[in-house]
């Protein structure tokens, strides 16, 4: 069975600092790894994906991730964060099992930017 | 317009009242999906349709009920709403190679 864990549930940051969210995941199948990003009475919006290839991969606003296989993890990151980088991010995993191909997202961390 | 579109965006209801919250997509996907937020918990999935003719159950599909009219419209229906049903509710849509969900805005439903 599929499982998302997101270690932190809420990370403060003062702006223009860097900031790492974590995520670790289990499977027994290959997956494919994504963050979302839900601003205040918005709906998720897709950040980034790891479908194969690079382990290092770029998204929108600034944010990258990296998918280490060994340690079963997909942490994200941002070098300089900005106020308006305040929401809550969702890591979530697609794979195979035996009830179908499934999506499992974490509980979600919720970012805040101080200034 | 919104490439998935949610309606009501609020809505407060009675205990034991019928409510549906309906979705739309312009997105031409084959899947599409009802998930359940709360504070914590992250999403939980209720229902999932892969086309017009199939639908399955998720993880929390007690208490709720679902229809796809067609391959744009998908509807989840609490036949009889109570107060631990009150969360915010999203409705999804994603390709048949599940490179990533689009979102709607969100139901934010309240049952007293």
């Known amino acids: 069975a599929q499982s998302v864990t997101q270690l932190d549930s809420q990370v403060p940051v003062f702006e223009e600092a860097p900031v790492e969210l974590r995520c670790n995941y289990s499977?027994?199948?290959?997956?494919?790894l994504f963050w979302y990003v839900q601003y205040p009475n918005q709906g998720l919006q897709l950040l980034l994906k790891y479908l194969s290839g690079s382990t290092l991969v770029k998204g929108i606003n600034g944010f990258e991730a990296e998918f280490n296989k060994s340690q079963t993890s997909f942490h994200l990151r941002k070098p300089s964060v900005h106020i308006s980088d305040t929401a809550e991010y969702f890591c979530?995993?697609?794979?195979?099992?035996?009830?179908?191909?499934?999506?499992?997202f974490g509980a979600g961390t919720r970012l805040f930017v101080k200034a | 317009d919104a490439d998935v579109t949610q309606t009501p965006r609020n809505r407060i209801t009675k205990t034991g009242k019928r409510i549906m919250l309906e979705c739309s997509q312009t997105k031409g996907h084959d899947r599409m999906y009802w998930y359940r937020q709360d504070p914590g918990l992250g999403l939980r999935l209720i229902y999932y349709s892969f086309d017009v003719k199939d639908i399955n159950k998720g993880e929390i599909s007690d208490g709720y009920s679902v229809s796809r009219q067609a391959q744009a419209k998908f509807s989840l229906s609490l036949e009889s709403a109570i107060p631990n049903q009150t969360a915010l509710y999203f409705c999804?849509?994603?390709?048949?190679?599940?490179?990533?969900?689009?979102f709607g805005s969100g139901t934010r439903l309240t049952v007293v």
């Open positions: 499977s027994s199948v290959s997956v494919y």
């Open positions: 999804a849509t994603s390709d048949q190679d599940n490179y990533g969900y689009t």
């Open positions: 979530a995993v697609s794979g195979q099992n035996t009830g179908g191909f499934k999506t499992i």
